[in-house]
């Protein structure tokens, strides 16, 4: 039925049956995305989110697969300016991750002025506080998105990043072609980098962190870090932060899903997202 179902729908959600009215709340979102939904029932979602919010601890990232950036925490405006992003919305980091990498994350649309765009929807996760490369602690948010980061470029995005935000990584798990990626850039310029299929791998000199690997690797890991170190996830650990959960202890404030165009708010996405 489709659209033709919304206005049964909408029934249901004031009306009843009750053992219906969750199922009609989801498929609703399914449907026509949060705008499907009346003022009542808009403002008990973003009610639940908030109370979601204030006691979701420990948060977990995906570990296993993907690409994300890294940014420092304190520089989000920054970001925010650099990348281009709209319509930030506090909330959940379940909801977060399900949106920039399980549901539908970009949208081709009619802007106002009636030309076809294509936008994209990006999750930034709370702050993240890690043992930085020179030893100090510091905090770092990550940016998921994989259309986003897929379809442009995510070096470029890192080091356009960079430039406002002084440094921004690029990191890619990719189990299905055996391949990693991490990528380091300061501001706005190329630092060093690993790709398992480049050509060299290593580009950039070694970093502080990987020349101690280099010395003092034993006599099994020596192959490994003769030039550097070409795992993504030790790259993150000790440069920003590891994928996968994240100590309640270490991690501050909450996330936020943003878009890429002025005219495409969160809402025109349909698909209903785990609070």
Sequence with gaps: MGEEA?????????DGPGRLRGSALELLVDLGGVDALDEIDRRAVERLVRIKILDERPVEVPMEAGRWLAFP????DDA???????DLRPVTTVMGVAAATKATDSLDFQSSQGETH???????????QSRYAEGQFKNWRMLWGNSFLDELDGFRLARELSERCGEAHFYILDPYNAAENWYVARDGHSVRSYGTYDYPQFAGEPLPFEVWYMENADEDEAEQYAEGVPDACKAADNLSVEPGPQLAHYTHGHGWLATTHPDLPNSRFMGALPV
Excluded: K, N, Q
């Design 118 to 128: 294509r936008g994209y929807r990006i999750f930034i996760t709370p702050e993240f």
């Design 6 to 14: 919304l206005p049964r729908l909408r029934a249901i959600r004031r």
């Design 73 to 76: 925490a304190d520089r989000l």
């Design 80 to 86: 925010v300016s650099a990348l281009g992003l709209y």
